[in-house]
């Protein structure tokens, strides 16, 4: 909880203070209904929040915290005024407006010094890994709607996000990805297990969480499959950086996960290509 489109850097490549990035030019590959687009507006940011209030809190049961006076159905924290937000949207028709389909909210290297840390430094100790924060993006609050989960709309946003690390000079996506814990846990214990001998960050764990799974009182030994966006991840090379924390919220075990651009396959850098 995000590659390649090799272009000379863009006007996106000096941003400003809440400046957003230029919206990317490219329709789809897969759903051609679709198009991928940099939220400009406030009324686009909040058709973002509306997929996340439904996804999230309707349809996963996330007890969210929203600051006072936020509209009835709208997911929105303290993050998002300093973020980027990235959309997957129907195409306007004369027959039906633009839906929002499929979101990301990104959050710059300066951005994040504005606001005081990184979502990301709420749930792990990132202490370590200070030296790396100019040249770190971080990814959250990704969702698809659930008519659009076939893997067309997820591989269109990290089109768009690996065409803007690149013009901007970004190396690296930090983010939570998220198992849930319908089982109490197990389940996130197990798969922790699993990728600690497969996928561990090669100076280990440089991410402590604050409130722990208790890995401890949790079987181990259970065989499981990685969520989705988790596989999706570990497939470009992404790395986990320490055990999961504990989201009481949103009812889930996060991993803190990192993907390096120069790690990334080629096969999925001319995928990323054709999306973005």
């Known amino acids: 909880m995000n590659t390649l489109h090799f272009a000379a850097p863009s006007p996106n490549a000096a941003l400003q203070p809440g400046q957003a990035p230029q919206p990317s030019a ?27 209030f439904r996804v999230f809190a309707e349809e996963m049961g996330a007890k969210l915290s929203c600051p006072p006076g936020t509209p009835d159905g709208l997911d929105v924290d303290a993050f998002d005024a300093h973020c980027e937000h990235l959309l997957v949207r129907t195409r306007e028709t004369a027959q039906a407006p633009a839906e929002v389909v499929g979101t990301y909210r990104v959050l710059t290297p300066a951005a994040a010094r504005r606001a005081g840390g990184l979502y990301s430094d709420q749930e792990f100790d990132l202490s370590r890994l200070d030296a790396l924060r100019p040249h770190v993006v971080e990814l959250g609050r990704s969702c698809t709607a659930p008519a659009w989960r076939s893997g067309g709309v997820i591989l269109m946003l990290w089109g768009a996000l690996a065409d803007f690390m690149l013009r901007n000079g970004l190396q690296a996506t930090l983010g939570c990805a998220s198992v849930p814990m319908q089982d109490g846990g197990h389940s996130a214990a197990s798969l922790w297990q699993q990728l600690s001998q497969s996928h561990l960050h090669p100076e280990g764990v440089v991410a402590t969480p604050r409130l722990a799974l208790p890995l401890e009182h949790l079987r181990s030994d259970l065989t499981v499959t990685a ?9 470009c090379g992404g790395k986990v950086l320490g055990p999961p924390a504990w989201d009481p919220d949103f009812g889930m075990a996060d991993l803190p996960i990192m993907l390096t651009l120069a790690d990334l396959p080629e096969a999925y850098r001319r995928r990323f290509s054709r999306a973005a």
């Open 227 to 235: 969520p989705p966006l988790i596989k999706g991840y570990l497939k």
């Open 26 to 52: 490219a329709p789809l590959t897969e759903a051609p209904a679709l198009e991928v687009c940099w939220a400009r507006h406030e009324d686009e940011v909040r058709q973002a929040q509306r997929l996340r």
